[in-house]
């Protein structure tokens, strides 16, 4: 009824004596996930992910636009990830926090600026059209780490994609039509995926993987590393909290190693399921 | 004439619909109508805003969210709409000083959208155990350029058609519906008959809801009875 107010002493005290304890409130091991559940389609670059209490909508389309002056041969990727009312009662993007705002920057910088889509095979004609990607994130539960859960259903998204088939005759292009010819998917270089760590304790010296909402309000710092399939550090996002040694931050590394590939492996799985 | 989907004109497509889903907010449903889905989420009753807050009665918000690109003045046509038809039905004297928010996401858009709205938001509603007075069920139809009318038309078919309507009727109601929306060219008796129709056609969802809603009492009533 009332206002989020955060968690009381009574249940951060909880989590910390717990997390000396090597257990977690939720009963994981620090460096397990929370069940995942990745569903595509039936619409082209429809992706809904269930981490947890965490639920993420991704939604990719595409329209035909002139390109960016200065950059005549390349297509444009707009990112949309607005916090919405349903993820939290006092949500709203319109006066989002700081830290929401953060939330929504990261997904967009991870997908665009690790340059995961190949935006030259977006042109049509160079200088007059181009195809503009448009990926739109909706965070519709608010169970912590909504990072990882949007990155993910980002990337299902863009690889369950499929674009019209367009054939160039010279100087003029053609768009097919759906029911014409199949269309086809987007040329995706790699797959960067989040992986969150939050830490805890006067020194940071607990830590564990995919914190959930609770655990989130509890944390003195948190961290992200982005990595691909390819075993590449696609970015690293550490802003502001207590300072972490660069020890954890190593260990932190070869855990997501570890984990973006079980990741990868899922949504593989339910790209396959969505076609089958 | 036969349907892009081969439905019969008066044919709904297969309808699906999940209650609960969401944990934060205090009640949801998603419902879909073949490739139309819809996610309905509602805070309520909860603390309203000082400025906003009505002495004798609950406030009704609405936020209706695209999938895809940002708000536009049509969503905030589609928010006014759904905050109209339902601000009467909801018992909202029964909770003064408060709100009741209504978030509504398009998953996928393929026709029909309007009523799917409205019927994942009554679903909602009864999730979050909001009291109402009925439950409230949205059919649209569509009457296409060869002068026939086909129900819970499609995007394509939308596109094509001269005039769409869509009305919303509370269950177990005599009177007139709650909400019309009728668009296009038409003559006062294609309307009757899309009025006909639509209300055949909302009797038909009703009953879809009654065995949702059915399903997931008993499923609570025996976790709670173990």
């Known amino acids: ?276 | 004439m036969s349907r892009p989907d081969r439905r019969e004109a008066s044919q709904l497509r297969a309808l699906n619909c999940s209650l609960g889903q969401l944990n934060r907010a205090d009640g949801s449903a998603q419902f879909s109508a073949g490739n139309t889905s819809v996610v309905s989420g509602i805070y309520g009753p909860v603390e309203a805003k000082v400025y906003e807050e009505k002495l004798d009665r609950a406030v009704v918000e609405v936020k209706f969210r695209p999938d895809i690109g940002a708000p536009t003045t049509k969503d905030k046509w589609m928010e006014s709409a759904i905050r109209n038809t339902f601000e009467r039905e909801i018992l909202a004297h029964l909770h003064p000083r408060t709100l009741v928010q209504i978030v509504i996401q398009l998953r996928e858009g393929d026709g029909s959208v309007d009523s799917a709205a409205i019927n994942a938001t009554s679903l909602a509603l009864v999730d979050a155990g909001i009291p109402l007075k009925c439950m409230i069920t949205a059919a649209t139809c569509a009457v296409l350029p060869d002068d026939t009318t086909v129900v819970d038309p499609t995007q394509e078919e939308i596109d094509a058609a001269r005039s769409t309507h869509t009305f919303a009727f509370a269950s177990g109601s005599s009177t007139g519906p709650l909400y019309v929306d009728s668009r296009g060219d038409f003559t006062m008796d294609e309307y009757n008959h899309c009025y006909e129709l639509c209300a055949l056609a909302t009797e038909r969802v009703l009953a879809f809801m009654r065995t949702a809603i059915e399903g997931k009492v008993t499923k609570e009533a025996k976790i709670s009875a173990a």
């Open chain 1, 1 to 276: 009824m009332v206002a989020e107010i955060g968690p009381s002493n009574i249940e951060s005290a909880f989590l910390l004596e717990a997390l000396k304890r090597g257990t977690r409130v939720d009963g994981r091991g620090i460096y397990d996930y929370r069940t995942l559940k990745i569903s595509c389609g039936p619409t082209y670059g429809l992706a809904e992910v269930q981490l947890g209490q965490t639920r993420v909508l991704a939604r990719v389309s595409c329209e035909v636009t002139r390109p960016f002056p200065d950059r005549p041969t390349e297509g444009i990727v707009l990112f949309n990830t607005e916090l919405s009312s349903m993820a939290g009662f006092g949500l709203d993007s319109s006066r989002a926090s700081t830290q929401e705002v953060a939330i929504s920057r990261m997904v967009e910088r991870v997908i665009k600026q690790s340059r995961a889509i190949d935006s030259e095979a977006l042109c049509i004609l160079a200088g007059e059209k181009v195809w503009t990607i448009r990926i739109d994130v909706h965070f519709l539960d608010h169970g912590g780490n909504l990072i990882d859960a949007a990155s993910i259903a980002a990337i299902a998204a863009l690889k369950h994609f499929r674009r019209p088939d367009v054939t160039i005759d010279g100087e003029e292009a053609i768009i097919h039509d759906v029911r014409e010819r199949n269309p086809v998917p987007l040329s995706i270089h790699h797959t960067p995926i989040c992986v969150t760590f939050g830490f805890f304790g006067a020194s940071g010296d607990m830590l564990v993987l995919d914190p959930t909402l609770l655990e989130e309000q509890v944390q003195v710092s948190s961290f992200t590393i982005t990595l691909n399939s390819h075993r590449e550090i696609c970015a690293l996002n550490k802003a502001g909290g207590i300072p972490l040694s660069p020890d954890q931050i190593q260990r932190c590394t070869q855990v997501a190693l570890a984990k973006v590939d079980e990741v990868n492996e899922k949504i593989q799985l339910a790209l396959k399921a969505s076609t089958a």
